[in-house]
């Protein structure tokens, strides 16, 4: 099956500084890329949604200027958290949809998630 | 906008079966998805359908009725491994939304 991966897998970063994640697709070209939010014992929450070399869809309540993404190829998706705070702590995880397999036509496969803690 | 439905918890016994069932509302239907999460790791596809009916996979099964707003995902021969969240998505033309889950608990 299709792969996606996440880096880093865990980061703890100071209020105020930026994380940028990347989201790979190690083989297929991922025409969309999703990027998820969740925090404990929630659901993932869709932040915005990513088409290569367009600018994302941002979800209502997501903040664009705080939540920098760039989908500048179709095998990568980066995520930066600009001036991080401690409220933005949580597992953010990624999904890439696309690609030649007719069974990825529809499925979105997930990459292992970030977890991030500011303090 | 979508509206997802499940139960925020259930507990079975291993070897059991257990159904879990989600409802939802949304306008555009374009798909009805099954994840396992175990904690701390992201989701693993499990099941989709998009027409009426049963899809069957090993140990589990999906169901969709359309028209009823309805999915349930049977778990048969239920192993400790299977604990985890279970989470509903429906797709629309635009996105895939997710419910909230439902925590399943095997008991030996």
């Known amino acids: 099956g299709a792969v996606v991966s996440q880096h880093p897998s865990w980061v703890i970063c100071k209020s105020g500084t930026s994380v940028k994640i990347e989201c790979r697709s190690l083989?297929?070209?991922?025409?969309?890329m999703f990027w998820y939010r969740q925090f404990p014992k929630q659901s993932l929450m869709l932040m915005a949604t990513s088409n290569e070399g367009s600018k994302a869809t941002y979800e209502q309540g997501v903040e664009k200027d705080k939540f920098l993404i760039n989908h500048a190829s179709l095998t990568l998706s980066t995520l930066t958290v600009t001036s991080a705070h401690p409220e933005d702590s949580s597992f953010y995880i990624c999904s890439a949809r696309g690609g030649r397999l007719a069974e990825s036509s529809y499925e979105q496969y997930f990459g292992p998630g970030t977890r991030l803690t500011v303090t | 906008g979508q509206n997802i439905d499940q139960p925020t918890e259930m507990t079975a016994t291993e070897g059991a079966i257990v159904q879990i069932n989600c409802t939802y509302q949304t306008s555009g239907f374009n798909g009805l998805f099954w994840y396992q999460q175990h904690a701390g790791e992201a989701p693993t596809f499990l099941s989709y359908n998009v027409l009426d009916g049963l899809e069957e996979k090993g140990r589990f099964s999906s169901f969709l009725s359309r028209s009823k707003g309805y999915s349930y995902l049977l778990l048969k021969e239920l192993q400790m491994k299977d604990s985890a969240s279970y989470l509903c998505?429906?797709?629309?033309?635009?996105?895939?939304?997710f419910g909230s889950g439902t925590q399943l608990t095997v008991l030996p």
């Open positions: 998505a429906v797709r629309d033309r635009r996105q895939l939304t």
């Open positions: 083989d297929f070209q991922a025409t969309t």
